[in-house]
């Protein structure tokens, strides 16, 4: 069998500096759940379409599943493991607690970054742009209503805050 | 074309297994600090028995939500549990949690009357307290009652309770028996949106009333009800495992199509909340029932829609053109 | 006095969930863990000669290879003892576990379950349920219907004589897999003491430490099941898959070993929604009374029966619905075929009964022309009323349900035509 050649990555993991050695052929999220311990992104499906994995790449969301991880050196990765300020949660975070929006919660981390790439590009969606952008994230079992609710809850609490501070 | 029509769908549903024994048991304690530790054998798989459970011994115990810990999930630790199956866990492990917290404090009320000098059957338990039920001003709180009763009388206040509904088996010959002790009902109501040119069908809304008995947490209801209809939708219309000679063709979710977020309508649900006697506070269970009318309401709004009736699942647009066509050819001769 | 119940409290983890603190099945890691693969049959009816694991215990970092021949007890059940852990001398679907595979990664893994060699006969297989019930179909097991119920109320000729109208209908449900996003995960440790520990993602981890018990002829006081945050089950984890060969690498090999399957195999491997074939047929007065309904179902259970009886008697009691019908008659067959393994999944045999008797009552209101909410108003069971099965029924709330759908939807019956 020949040695997959392996490459040298640098990048930024949720703020943080970090690197690892990984093969040509290993994923993102292979590298993130086994080399780094980084398990709250979930393996679902592994072919892109649960989006159970869903982090951030440059502040967009992409299944870590699908991306090799060489492809990563030198970009700015965000996980569900960086979403609260230490102990703050992100209002997305708390509005998926308050609502009820998840229950089994295998999907959450990936439906979560989701809608927070969602919520970076368009900070006051409707309830329609609410379910495009997490069309790409199956949930077994909530059936969306309070996913979407909690996130529509989010966006006009985030919307409030950054009003006052401006 | 797009034509719309709305059809309905009633069920009723079991709680526990069809006839044999599915008990559950349970075991709680107060600690000596007012708090208190439950053991059930009910696994949350995700459906919000963790929850639920806690809440039913927090009310049963007089302590707050947060001060229960609910210990599940090692086989060699816990009460054994007929499993979170079957609609069961609020009706079922619901009552072997209560049995077990009304045994504990069943000791606490016994100890409090005790340093209260008054009969134990004068007492309840409420908010982290023991109190007089007529006189509500004298009272003892239960961490204090709770500690004495395990280092000063030696008597620790604990208990253990097991439930199994009353069943008997049908009989072999007329099928005759009782083979549950409590039932749920519902009806949805769903409006549909068939186009009669590609045989898509858009579900618009859903009306659901479900019966629970007594909602201990009626967001987890909802969330339940919500969940059940998105996987009837894929049963009605999209989803199909297709298996030929014996070979699965669609291992994928990219062709074993669940529904999005894009596929679930805006849901209108409500509960009709009729305490049944035998459970927890009155309740019942809802895991299961939510998703069994979905499908049949879409297929009968669809046939209200464009007059077809598709009597093979799921009803995708192939088939509705298949059948548009041949009620066409009916009505042409 | 503030009442815990009827609040609308968040889940206990949810604060665990929405940081990816919470630790599912895969999550779960122990040091010095091997990776486990287990090979799939493939075919679907074959009499099976010899599974040949010399290939793969020749490649580097295999640590194990386990076949039937390592499992002390080869079959596990809950109505009937008829599905082994491996395949022993007979292949019944594609998804059939023939042997296991533990290496020092899952690359490895991989590699040596495909290299392991399955010497087979193949046997003409059946797949159609109704195909499988005429004498002269392929065996699947000895006899193709383990098991038929009945149940018979009242007198379902007098009833059919009585009707203005008789409406007849054949429905049928295809195959449906639970897709809880998180996959079946396992992790077995037999430690040197002669201890087993078993994390493994099910609804029902005393069923699994029975089972386990049986197969693995081991003592329950030393095998310890333990359960990680479940992501999602649906009936799809309610009894043992593959844990017992994880087990039992784990004794061969003295690591701690884990399998996590893939999607492909939840699909391929794993148990699904039963197909019913169902035949309605309905006596109805022009009023609206229902006189008499007779059903026949029958159910695909695949290569094993698993839940196939169970979901079946539940089905059985259910289908004819929950109106008042005085002359009912119910038969339902339980069928083998080399198809996938019917197992449970919500609703367990309801909704295929569900979906039938539902369409067949909307057929029924029309063929005499009254409106469905109507048609069901009028024959909704009660407290008081008797289920085929001669259960009375108590504190009945269908009728309070139809009158909140009925203001709820808009969809009024008054006048009797409902719109």
Partial sequence: ?166 | MKKRGRGMACMYYPLGFTSYPNPSAAFAKYNPDGSATVLTGAQDIGQGSGTVLAQIAADTLGIPYDRISLIYGDTQAVPMDAGSVASRVTYIAGNAVKKACEQAKSILLDVAADMLGVLPHGLDVADGWVYLKDFPEKRVAIADVAKTAEVGRGRPAQGHGTYNPATTLLDKETGHGKPYEAFVYAAQVAEVEVDTETGEVEVLKIYAVHDCGKAINPMMVEGQIEGGIAMGIGYGLTENLVIEKGHVLNPQLANYIVPTALDVPPIESAIVEIPEPKGPFGAKGIGEPSLLPTAPAILNAIYDAVGVRIRDLPATPEKILAELEKLEKEKAK | MSPVIGQRLPRHDAVLQVTGRSLYGEDIKMPGMLYCKVRRAGIPHARLIEVDTSAAEAIPGVMGVVTAKDVPFNAFGFTHLDQPVMAQDKIRYEGDAIAGVAATSLEVADQAAKAIKIKYEELPAVFDPLEAMKPDAPKVHKDNIPTHFTVVHGDIEKGFAEADKIIEERYTTQFVEHVHIEPHAQLAYYDPTGRLTVWTTVQRPFLVASDLGKVLKMPLSKIRVLTPCIGGGFGGKNEMTTEAIVALLSMKTGRPVKLVFTREEEFTATTVRHPYVMFYKTGVKMDGTITAREVKIISDAGAYVSWGESTLTKALVHAAGPYRIPNVRIEAYLVYTNNNIGGAMRGFGVPQAGYAYECHTDSVARAIGMDPMEFRMKNCVVSGDTLPTGQTLQNATLDEILKKLSSMSGWKVAGGDGR
């Fill in chain 1, 1 to 166: 069998m020949t040695e997959a050649s392996t490459h040298h990555i640098r990048f930024t993991l949720n703020g943080s500096e970090v690197s690892a050695d990984v093969k040509a052929n290993d994923t993102l999220l292979n590298v993130l759940r086994e080399q780094l311990g980084y398990t709250g992104t979930k393996r679902g499906c592994e072919t892109g379409e649960c989006g159970a994995c869903t982090v951030l790449v440059d502040g967009k969301a992409v299944n870590a599943c699908l991306i090799l991880a060489p492809k990563v050196d030198g970009r700015a990765i965000q996980t569900i493991e960086g979403l609260a300020k230490g102990a703050e949660l992100h209002p997305l975070q708390k509005a998926f607690i308050e609502e009820g929006a998840l229950q089994c919660g295998f999907c959450g981390p990936g439906m979560l970054m989701s809608a927070k790439a969602l919520l970076d590009e368009i900070p006051n969606p409707t309830e329609d742009q609410v379910r495009r952008g997490i069309s790409g994230n199956i949930c077994r079992c909530t059936g969306y209503a309070k996913i979407v609710k909690a996130i529509m809850k989010a966006s006009r609490q985030m919307a409030r805050v950054g009003g006052e501070g401006a």
